[in-house]
């Protein structure tokens, strides 16, 4: 899992082996037409794929361009998380592993992770910072009531990074018969390549989709950016296509103020949770409106992206998601998760600039689970 220098498998001696085997057991079991098969029917028949791909015609009308969505705020859950979830937690059952942990922020992936764990009747324990649980009670409520324990990490900044510094501890110590269910594109090898696999069903249904509606490619693709894996499944299909891909991250307060969380666009090379990537600068406290991007750092692969100019990473700031978040709701009848409301901005933006006559956006996630959050920043 090397992309040009970043990635790699940066851990301590007691990980590296427990990290082989789950990059054998993924590159032999998840290659099989037996796991596919079932990873398929649990898409479909549990998840809710195919998502729509849907033409946002006030948006579209609004900024003469061609604006469309790919819904995955439909699936089960409400994000797209469950992509990953059900590939991961189906591996984990076949390698004979018992029990599933997660770390979790916005609270999506440590739902996504319990539904799997009920259906697939593995014990489940999340890691979640205080600070997200304060923010994202319904979905702790969610995690409990689907039978998952709920960890509350009061560690450092009791935030999301620190529960993946909770949840690689636990992982060291019970390698034997727990699977580190990882949320993001993030981590040593093979999470990073893992995840993006189990999240490309995304961008390879939009491709197809896109194509039988309009016989073309779309111009641009734009997804919001926290560890990367909704950006990396809508692009990876369309990598060697001359589709422009834009990354929208988590701008805070500002790519140039010291609250943020766009290591891409305002960050430096460092390694992080086993991976050598992109990481806010020291004097950067890491912050988002949306706790699914409130995260230090980004998958290797996006950092690579960066770096060959195949992707351009812009900071959407706090003020321009809660903006879209409620222009997409006013306009198009949908509620966007505050994650998803960043590659909304970014995708009015390019269509105000005339950039693109096409652009395909990856809606990640609905706003149900942000309604507290909105409340308190909008009295309607
Ligand atoms: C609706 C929605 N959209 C986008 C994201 C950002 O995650 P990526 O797609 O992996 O960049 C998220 C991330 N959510 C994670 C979670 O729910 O725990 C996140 O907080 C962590 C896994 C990083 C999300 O919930």
Do not use: W
């Amino acid at each position: 899992g090397n992309f040009e220098g970043y990635g790699g498998r940066h851990v301590p001696e007691p990980l590296r082996d427990p990290l082989e085997q789950l990059a054998n057991a993924y590159d032999e079991v998840g290659a099989t037409e037996e796991f596919r098969a079932d990873l398929r029917e649990l898409l479909e028949d549990f998840a809710g794929r195919p998502t729509p791909l849907y033409r946002a015609r006030s948006l579209s009308e609004r900024y003469g361009a061609e604006i469309y969505l790919k819904r995955e705020d439909l699936l089960h859950g409400g994000a797209h998380k469950i992509n990953n979830v059900l590939g991961q937690a189906l591996l984990a059952k076949r390698s004979g592993r018992e029990r599933l942990i997660a770390e979790t922020g916005a609270g999506q992936h440590g739902v996504a992770t319990a539904m799997a764990g009920a259906l697939l009747d593995l014990e489940t324990e999340i890691y979640m910072g205080e600070k997200d649980v304060a923010r994202q009670e319904m979905n702790v409520f969610r995690m409990r009531l689907l039978g998952a324990e709920v960890n509350e990490v009061a560690r450092g900044d009791a935030g999301l990074a620190d529960a993946v510094d909770a949840a690689l501890e636990d992982f060291a110590e019970n390698v034997a018969d727990t699977h580190y269910l990882v949320g993001s594109v993030v981590g040593p090898d093979p999470f990073p390549r893992m995840v993006r696999d189990f999240q490309s069903v995304i961008g390879e249904e939009a491709r197809e989709q896109f194509r039988e509606r309009t016989g073309d490619l779309p111009d641009a693709a734009v997804a919001c950016v926290g560890g990367g894996s909704n950006a990396i499944g809508l692009f990876h299909a369309f990598r060697e296509d001359d589709v422009a891909f834009y990354g929208a991250e988590g701008g805070g307060e500002g790519a140039d103020s010291t609250r943020h969380a766009a290591p891409l666009a305002s960050g430096t090379d460092d390694t992080l949770h086993g991976m050598k990537t992109r990481v806010l600068e020291d004097d950067v406290e890491v912050h988002s409106v949306s706790a699914g991007l409130d995260y230090p750092g980004v998958g290797p692969e996006h950092a690579m992206f960066r770096a060959v100019g195949r992707c351009e990473y812009t900071a959407v700031t706090d003020d321009a998601a809660l903006a879209a978040f409620r222009e997409l709701s006013e306009t198009e009848g949908i509620i966007p998760a505050l994650e998803s409301s960043h590659a909304v901005a970014r995708a009015i933006e390019l269509a105000e600039d005339g950039a693109h006559e096409t652009i395909l956006v990856n809606l990640s996630g609905r706003g149900d689970k942000d309604m507290e959050t909105a409340a308190r920043k909008f009295s309607l």
